[in-house]
C-alpha cells in the first residue's frame, strides 16, 4: 500500500517546507521531494498544514475501573476525532500499573479496543514496588508517575484525598522525601523517567488548617492550594534528582512561581522537564464566572500572571511538552459544589484544536507547536523516532490542520463517555481536518472512522 501527501505545509520542530511524503504500509518513505510514482492513493493537503501526528502524554481513561467516567475505547476515538495519533495512559486505573505483569497485561486489553496508539506509565507505590521499577521499564513504561503527596488505597491503588475518611491500615501514606530519594536513585539506575504531581503536601495541610471549613470561593480554592505547594514542590524534587541523576518530569505546571523554580535548577543543569496544559495556558482564575466547577483541576487554574509565565516557558524550553491531562468525571459529579465537585476537566479531544488556535493567535509558532505536541513529547518519552518525526523510516502517522477554518466547540458533538468541555461554545481559530495513523485515515473533519487499530508502542529509553 502506497499512499502520498501531496502539496502541503509540513512543519516539524526544525522549521515549515513545502513538500510532498510518501508512505508505504504505514511507514514514511520519503520526505520532501515530488515523486511522479504510482502510489495507491494521493491526499491532496494543498492549503493545510501537515504535522507529524499529536501526542497527548497525559490521559487517564479510568479504563479498568470507574468506566461510568470514561474507557479507553472513548478516550482513544475522541483521541482521534482531535487529532492525537498516540496518548499515554496514566496508571492510576484499579488496580493501577504497578507491576510488570499488569502492565502486559493493561496493553493486551487496551489494544482490543483503541482507536489510536499508546503507550502506558507505571505507577510508583513507594516502597511497596519499588522491586516492580525496572521491570516496568523492560516492558516498555514511557514513565513511572508519583502521585506525590497524595496516599494511596492500599487495595485499589486509589488516590485518598480526605485522609479522615479511612482507617489508617488501609492506606499507603503519602511517601516521605526519603523514600522519593530511593525511588529516584532506582529509576536513574535503569535509565527511566520519573513524573511527578509537584504540589507539597504539607503546605496545603497548613492552608487548610488556616481555613477550618470547606471552601465556598475560588480564590478560596487558590488559598487552599497556593502556587508555593507548587515551587516547594519542584525545589525538592531538583535536589532529588540532582543527587541521583534521575530524570524527573514535572507534570501539569500551573503557576509562575513553579516556572521560576524550573528556570533556575534547569539553569543549575539539574535534568529536570516539565509539562503544561492547555486548561492553564487557556484560561485563568476570572474565567470561573462563567465556567464554575468545570474548571476545577489540581493543581488549580491560577491567574493571568501565571498564564503568561507558563506560556514564556513554553516559547523558551522551559516546558517541553503539552498534555492535556484528560481525566473526566460524569456531569453530574461535576454540577457538584466547588468543595465537593472532583478535580479533573475534559481535554484529549480539544488539545490540538486549543493548541492550534493560540498558534494562529501568534501565542506560538508552528515549529514550537510541533514540538511540544509532537517531537519534544515523544524523545521525552522514549517514543521517538518511531513517533513525532517526519522523517524516513518514522510511523506514518499525521495531523493535518487548516489553518483557514474555525471550529466551535459543541460538547453535545465530542466522543467522551461523559461529554463536556470548558470551551463548550468557543469559537476557535484553524480546524483539525484529518488524522492519520500508521497511513490510515482514523479521523476526518472531527469524526472518528474505521475499526479500532491502535497498538501499544513500548517506549525504548537511554
Ligand atoms: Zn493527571
Redesign the pocket.
Known amino acids: 500500500m502506497r499512499l502520498r501527501i501531496a502539496n502541503g505545509t509540513l512543519v516539524t520542530g526544525r522549521g515549515l517546507v513545502r513538500g510532498d511524503v510518501e508512505c508505504r504500509d504505514g511507514t514514511i518513505e520519503r520526505v520532501g521531494e515530488t515523486g511522479a510514482d504510482r502510489v495507491d492513493e494521493q491526499i491532496d493537503a494543498r492549503g493545510l498544514l501537515v504535522f507529524p501526528g499529536f501526542l497527548d502524554p ?1 490521559v ?1 481513561s479510568r479504563d479498568p475501573g470507574l468506566t461510568h467516567k470514561e474507557d479507553f475505547a472513548h478516550s482513544t476515538r475522541a483521541a482521534a476525532a482531535g487529532g492525537v495519533t498516540t496518548l499515554c495512559e ?1 496508571p492510576n486505573a484499579i488496580p493501577p500499573v504497578s507491576s510488570a505483569n499488569i502492565l502486559v497485561e493493561r496493553a493486551a486489553q487496551h489494544t482490543r479496543v483503541a482507536h489510536v496508539d499508546f503507550g502506558l506509565w507505571g505507577q510508583a507505590l513507594g516502597q511497596e514496588n519499588l522491586a516492580e521499577i525496572a521491570g516496568m521499564f523492560r516492558a516498555g513504561a514511557v514513565g513511572v508517575k508519583l502521585f506525590w503527596g497524595y496516599a494511596l488505597h492500599r487495595q485499589t491503588g486509589m488516590l485518598v484525598y480526605n485522609l479522615s475518611d479511612e482507617p489508617a491500615a488501609n492506606l499507603i501514606p503519602p511517601p516521605s522525601n526519603g523514600e522519593v530519594l530511593e525511588l529516584c536513585r532506582e529509576v536513574a539506575r535503569v535509565g527511566g523517567l520519573l513524573a511527578a504531581h509537584c504540589e507539597d503536601r504539607g503546605v496545603i495541610d497548613a492552608a487548610e488548617r488556616r481555613l477550618e471549613r470547606p471552601i465556598s470561593t475560588y480564590a478560596e480554592l487558590l488559598d487552599l492550594r497556593p502556587a508555593t505547594a507548587e515551587s516547594v514542590s519542584i525545589a525538592v524534587a531538583a535536589e532529588l534528582s540532582a543527587a541521583t541523576g534521575c530524570r524527573f518530569h514535572v ?2 505546571t500551573a503557576s509562575q512561581s513553579g516556572v521560576r523554580t524550573l528556570r533556575r535548577v534547569q539553569a543549575d543543569g539539574v535534568r529536570l522537564t516539565a509539562e503544561t496544559c492547555p486548561h492553564y495556558l487557556a484560561f485563568s482564575a476570572a474565567d470561573f464566572a462563567e465556567l464554575g466547577v468545570m474548571m476545577k483541576v489540581y493543581p488549580p487554574i491560577r491567574n493571568e500572571v501565571d498564564q503568561s509565565a507558563l506560556w514564556d516557558a513554553v516559547r523558551d524550553g522551559t516546558i517541553t511538552s503539552i498534555g492535556s ?1 484528560h ?1 473526566p468525571h460524569t456531569v453530574e459529579e461535576k454540577s457538584h459544589d466547588l468543595a465537593s465537585a472532583p478535580a479533573g476537566v475534559h481535554g484529549v479531544e480539544t488539545l490540538g484544536t486549543v493548541m492550534v488556535d493560540a498558534m494562529l493567535n501568534g501565542n506560538i509558532t508552528p515549529e514550537r507547536l510541533a514540538w511540544v505536541l509532537s517531537e519534544g513529547t515523544a524523545r521525552l518519552y522514549g517514543l521517538h523516532p518511531r513517533k513525532g518525526a517526519i522523517q524516513t523510516g518514522a510511523d506514518a502517522d499525521f495531523t493535518l490542520v487548516d489553518p483557514e477554518a474555525t471550529t466551535t466547540v459543541d460538547s453535545s458533538r465530542l466522543h467522551s463517555k461523559q461529554p463536556q468541555s470548558p470551551w463548550h461554545g468557543r469559537r476557535l481559530r484553524g480546524a483539525i481536518k484529518m488524522t492519520m495513523l500508521r497511513g490510515e485515515v482514523i479521523a476526518r473533519d472531527g469524526e472518528p472512522l474505521g475499526q479500532p487499530r491502535g497498538r501499544f508502542v513500548p517506549a525504548v529509553h537511554g
Open positions: 497525559h487517564h496514566m507534570v501539569h491531562d481525566a
